[in-house]
């Protein structure tokens, strides 16, 4: 990740537990946990975000999100569940679809979320620059390709100079008329986004997708920027995760795609977290998170529903959750079946969901 002229660049973070704990309070055994998981898995959280947290609360859901936990080492998941490592087209894209795909910019975010379905790339050395022109002349050689997803990591920590090169060249295919750029960026460091519009404004046809998980991430530095990119011309959908602890309420998502909503933004998804390995702790189960659903139909406008789906383990796609898409259950494993027939499971061993006492539904 360099800039303009090579050298690299350097992000408002937090990386080590000592510069963490002087904006919250860490226990002794807290800093253990952090440094310990911290081996297996990296630890980076952004200032910005860093400050949403509540210091003195372990349970604030902007810290679950963020900071490493010993529940990370339970062992349970698959390393890649969407099955990325076998549809490599290059491999810095992935295509599953014969007319789109998802185009790997960048492997490292402003924070790496605990709970990231790609955490055996982000963070890890590897560098899809690497990669970046091979993946463009396959583009430019693919004429059936009409959508490319860029995603990461986080397309945004780019240097301005880099993203608006790779927009560029794909703005340039006229097979491609349509690109997204997937990125949390206006939740973890809001006033990047503004270095960005240049490139942003490129695309004849832009979607942005932002990842936002709790109403607390809807800041008002978020609502500018997401001000910021809707000048740009592109438009702006959301994708939530449903988090164990985190926002497993209607009441907290109610709040959350209202919010969204009143910002110009369409929720797109709320997503059943991937069997990914070391975050099977947020997992929350298939018949709430069905139930949250039903409880939000009776309760907010259409325009603030998302659809519920999951990604079957292995790499058979998405498949929406409240239509004919699951066939049976055996205990814990979910069986369900694509669009092509083709049949997977997802494993529904989350906990029990419980209030954290929020207040949210009071408010």
Same mark, same amino acid.
């Given at each position: ?50 400050? &949403? ?11 679950? @999100? ?39 910019? +960048?492997?490292? *975010?402003? #924070?790496? *979320? ?20 091979? #993946?463009? =002349?396959? !583009?430019?050689?693919?004429? =059936? ?16 100079? =880099? ?8 703005? $340039?295919?006229? /097979? ?19 270095? /960005? @519009? $240049? ?5 004849? *046809? &832009?979607?942005?997708?932002? /990842? ?10 978020? !609502? ?15 994708? #939530? ?12 998502? +109610?709040?959350?795609? =209202? ?12 997503? @059943? ?22 409880? &939000? ?6 325009? *603030?529903?998302? @659809? ?9 796609? $998405? ?23 083709? $049949? ?20």
């Amino acid at each position: 990740m360099k800039g303009a002229e090579g050298k690299p660049l350097t992000l408002p973070l937090f990386s080590d537990v000592e510069s963490l704990s002087r904006v919250i309070i860490l226990s002794d055994e807290s800093k253990k946990e952090i440094e310990s998981v911290s081996r297996i898995y990296p630890f980076r959280v952004s200032r910005f975000y860093a400050s &949403l947290m509540k210091p003195d609360d372990p349970l604030c859901p902007i810290r679950l @999100q963020a900071i490493p936990s010993k529940d990370e080492l339970a062992g349970r998941g698959v390393t890649d569940p969407l099955g990325e490592k076998r549809i490599e087209a290059t491999p810095a894209f992935f295509q599953r679809y014969r007319d789109r795909g998802v185009f790997i910019v +960048a492997a490292e *975010c402003a #924070t790496y *979320c605990r709970f990231c379905n790609r955490r055996r790339l982000v963070g890890r050395g590897f560098d899809p620059e690497t990669y970046r022109e091979r #993946t463009i =002349e396959y !583009l430019e050689q693919h004429r =059936e390709l009409r959508e490319v997803i860029i995603s990461g990591g986080d397309p945004l920590i780019l240097a301005p100079p =880099e993203l608006d090169y790779i927009i560029g060249r794909l703005t $340039k295919m006229d /097979h491609i008329r349509v690109l997204r750029v997937s990125s949390r960026m206006p939740v973890m460091d809001p006033e990047r986004v503004r270095l /960005h @519009q $240049k490139a942003l404004k490129k695309q004849r *046809c &832009l979607w942005f997708v932002v /990842h936002v998980n709790h109403p607390r991430e809807v800041t008002p530095e978020f !609502l500018d920027a997401i001000r910021i990119i809707r000048e740009t011309g592109a438009q702006v959908i959301s994708q #939530t995760v449903l988090l164990r602890r985190v926002n497993d309420c209607r009441h907290i998502l +109610a709040h959350l795609f =209202e919010r969204l909503v009143e910002a110009g933004v369409k929720p797109y998804y709320l997503f @059943q977290l991937d069997d990914v390995v070391g975050s099977t702790h947020f997992k929350v189960r298939l018949d709430k998170g069905v139930g949250i659903m039903k409880a &939000l139909r009776g309760s907010v406008s259409g325009l *603030c529903m998302p @659809q519920y789906a999951v990604d079957i383990t292995g790499g058979l796609g $998405k498949v929406p959750l409240e239509n004919g898409y699951v066939k049976k259950r055996e205990g814990e494993r979910v069986y369900l079946e694509n669009l092509y027939g083709e $049949k997977g499971t997802y494993l529904d061993d989350g906990e029990e969901s419980r209030c954290n006492n929020c207040g949210m539904c009071r408010s």
